[in-house]
């Protein structure tokens, strides 16, 4: 990357030319009374000291002009400034070499440098983003999936709470691709075919909490899951509700906002308990939360809650997975397929007064009645946080406790 170094030299000599203190990107916007942008962009250019990380920070022609317009307005040597300008036109020449385009040539240097820039991966995830919203009529606010992990009463089992949710469901227009969530018959309490009266996870009413409960098409019956009415839309979404067909047996969940823009907007969180999913000692199979990114998004929120008595000294992992090649393999031998890893998951410290958030409303209080009800201290709780904003659409995102045993090869 000669030419990339080579600007970068001249970019930093001729900055130490203008006639200010130029100690950040903004003295340097009024010492030349730039554009805020051109400044940011030319002073980051000069002085990343990552070249690889450098080369998509590089200002294109439009404002490297501007630039180097403003420098000889205020005496910059014209020496500097030519050579600033020969060194920009190679770096051009390389790019349109090399990549073809600068768009492309980013991407390039960016995976070189081993990690894509987080602004510039924000902007790529916004992009896209936008375009899978105009393409298929709707937008999410936030997707919720919450999972708390915590012992029965005996202290044998492993009992799970799982929250999942959407806040702000909209339609953009009429025709928008229903939205739909799948779940296996076991992960949320319902009862198909010869099974339809065989004991599975869950029934929340178990644990008297009061749901709109999902009408079922006949061959399906729920089995105490659906809305919390008083943290979801009221009157709350309309759900088609189907089962798939075989081997699969999974439930398909399709919500309908009722009109169009902000008057559509739907918020609703589905609950489900899982006692006794797993004996506290059987390290067969890691904790997992798994989101499959099937609608535009702006911000995914996952939570994993674990209690002291289950886990001690395991950190999660985290992975984003392509859906199209990761679903349905394990852990492990997704890696392949694995999208760079630009985010990671923060511990929010023990108990619910560290899970508030703007994009959930009202969320400590929600697990608060939850938790309650399934007589869980909250203060023996570690909170782990995965947030990131504008998911790939259709990636799997998955938070993990590796459990001894397990080796790594738990499956989606």
Same mark, same amino acid.
């Given at each position: 990357?000669?030419?990339?170094?080579?600007?970068?030299?001249?970019?930093?000599?001729?900055?130490?030319?203008?006639?200010?203190?130029?100690?950040?990107?903004?003295?340097?916007?009024?010492?030349?009374?730039?554009?805020?942008?051109?400044?940011?962009?030319?002073?980051?250019?000069?002085?990343?000291?990552?070249?690889?990380?450098?080369?998509?920070?590089?200002?294109?022609?439009?404002?490297?002009?501007?630039?180097?317009?403003?420098?000889?307005?205020?005496?910059?040597?014209?020496?500097?400034?030519?050579?600033?300008?020969?060194?920009?036109?190679?770096?051009? *020449?390389?790019?349109?070499?090399?990549?073809?385009?600068?768009?492309?040539?980013?991407?390039?240097?960016?995976?070189?440098?081993?990690? /894509?820039?987080?602004?510039?991966?924000?902007?790529?995830?916004?992009?896209?983003?936008?375009?899978?919203?105009?393409?298929?009529?709707?937008?999410?606010?936030?997707?919720?999936?919450?999972?708390?992990?915590?012992?029965?009463?005996?202290?044998?089992?492993?009992?799970?709470?799982?929250?999942?949710?959407?806040?702000?469901?909209?339609?953009?227009?009429?025709?928008?691709?229903?939205?739909?969530?799948?779940?296996?018959?076991?992960?949320i309490g319902f009862r198909t075919?010869?099974?339809?009266?065989?004991?599975?996870?869950?029934?929340?009413?178990?644990?008297?909490?009061?749901?709109?409960?999902?009408?079922?098409?006949?061959?399906?019956?729920?089995?105490?899951?659906?809305?919390?009415?008083?943290?979801?839309?009221?009157?709350?979404?309309?759900?088609?509700?189907?089962a798939s067909a075989p081997p699969?047996?999974?439930?398909?969940?399709?919500?309908?906002?009722?009109?169009?823009?902000?008057?559509?907007?739907? *918020?609703?969180?589905? &609950?489900? /308990?899982?006692? %006794?999913?797993? %004996?506290?000692?059987?390290?067969?199979?890691?904790?997992?939360?798994?989101?499959?990114?099937?609608?535009?998004?702006?911000?995914?929120?996952?939570?994993?809650?674990?209690?002291?008595?289950?886990?001690?000294?395991?950190?999660?992992?985290?992975?984003?997975?392509?859906?199209?090649?990761?679903?349905?393999?394990?852990?492990?031998?997704?890696?392949?397929?694995?999208? &760079? &890893?630009?985010?990671?998951?923060?511990?929010?410290?023990?108990?619910?007064?560290?899970?508030?958030? &703007?994009?959930?409303?009202?969320?400590? %209080?929600?697990?608060?009645?939850?938790?309650?009800?399934?007589?869980?201290?909250?203060?023996?709780?570690?909170?782990?946080?995965?947030?990131?904003?504008?998911?790939?659409?259709?990636?799997?995102?998955?938070?993990?406790?590796?459990?001894?045993?397990?080796?790594?090869?738990?499956?989606?």
């Open positions: 990357m000669a030419a990339l170094s080579r600007l970068q030299g001249a970019l930093r000599t001729l900055i130490s030319d203008v006639p200010a203190d130029v100690r950040r990107a903004a003295d340097l916007e009024r010492a030349l009374v730039l554009d805020r942008m051109v400044a940011w962009s030319v002073y980051r250019t000069a002085f990343e000291p990552d070249p690889m990380a450098a080369g998509a920070l590089v200002p294109g022609p439009g404002r490297m002009s501007s630039f180097l317009a403003a420098a000889a307005r205020v005496g910059i040597r014209g020496e500097l400034i030519d050579e600033a300008r020969s060194a920009f036109s190679e770096f051009e *020449t390389l790019v349109t070499e090399q990549a073809g385009d600068r768009s492309s040539f980013n991407s390039m240097v960016q995976n070189f440098a081993g990690e /894509l820039i987080a602004s510039e991966y924000i902007k790529v995830r916004r992009q896209a983003f936008r375009s899978a919203r105009a393409i298929l009529g709707l937008q999410v606010r936030t997707r919720l999936n919450t999972h708390v992990y915590f012992p029965d009463a005996s202290g044998t089992y492993l009992s799970a709470l799982v929250v999942r949710g959407t806040v702000g469901l909209r339609a953009l227009r009429p025709d928008f691709i229903r939205p739909e969530m799948r779940y296996r018959q076991n992960e075919g010869k099974d339809a009266h065989a004991p599975r996870f869950g029934d929340m009413h178990a644990i008297g909490m009061d749901l709109v409960e999902l009408a079922g098409d006949g061959r399906s019956r729920p089995s105490g899951v659906g809305f919390l009415p008083e943290y979801s839309t009221n009157p709350p979404p309309s759900v088609r509700l189907s699969s047996e999974e439930i398909i969940v399709r919500i309908e906002p009722r009109g169009l823009g902000n008057s559509s907007a739907v *918020t609703y969180l589905m &609950p489900s /308990l899982h006692p %006794r999913a797993k %004996r506290l000692d059987d390290d067969t199979d890691d904790l997992k939360t798994d989101n499959g990114m099937l609608s535009p998004t702006e911000v995914l929120v996952t939570d994993m809650l674990v209690h002291d008595d289950v886990l001690r000294g395991v950190t999660p992992e985290i992975g984003v997975f392509c859906d199209s090649r990761a679903s349905g393999v394990s852990w492990k031998d997704a890696q392949p397929y694995r999208l &760079p &890893p630009n985010d990671s998951f923060s511990l929010l410290g023990r108990g619910l007064g560290t899970v508030s958030s &703007p994009d959930v409303p009202n969320y400590p %209080r929600i697990l608060e009645d939850l938790l309650k009800r399934c007589n869980v201290d909250p203060a023996r709780l570690r909170c782990y946080r995965l947030r990131i904003e504008y998911p790939i659409l259709h990636s799997i995102v998955s938070m993990r406790v590796p459990l001894a045993g397990s080796a790594g090869d738990g499956s989606f």
